[in-house]
Nanobody
């Protein structure tokens, strides 16, 4: 089992910044992908950013504003969010994928609210 605990969400004004953190514990070996998803009210959960095998992928809506980074020694992944706008308001979920045995893990979510 892998436990993921997010922190860093909150309320921020448009144009502001937040940094999310996600610490993993438990059986973290064979974790080969880590990232962030988000879900806004009434919408499906969507990929925000993911890091896997040295590659990173971002949603078009956050490119140039958000940066994902990871410290594997600390089993932690970060999401630096700059130039936030109200459309970024959502619950942000930390995600990890274990390569074998294959399984996806999710954090409990952290609320990010951007006021206009």
């Amino acid at each position: 089992q892998v436990q993921l605990v997010e922190s860093g969400g909150g309320l921020v004004q448009a144009g502001g910044s937040l940094r999310l953190s996600c610490a993993a514990s438990g059986s973290t070996f064979n974790i080969n992908a880590r990232g962030w998803y988000r879900q806004a009210p009434g919408k499906q959960r969507e990929l925000v950013a993911i890091s896997s095998g040295g590659d990173t992928k971002y949603a078009d809506s956050v490119k140039g504003r958000f940066t994902i980074s990871r410290d594997d020694a600390k089993n932690t992944v970060y999401l630096q969010m700059n130039s936030l706008n109200p459309e970024d308001t959502a619950v942000y979920y930390c995600y990890s994928k274990r390569s074998w045995p294959t399984r996806d893990f999710w954090g409990q979510g952290t609320q990010v609210t951007v006021s206009s």
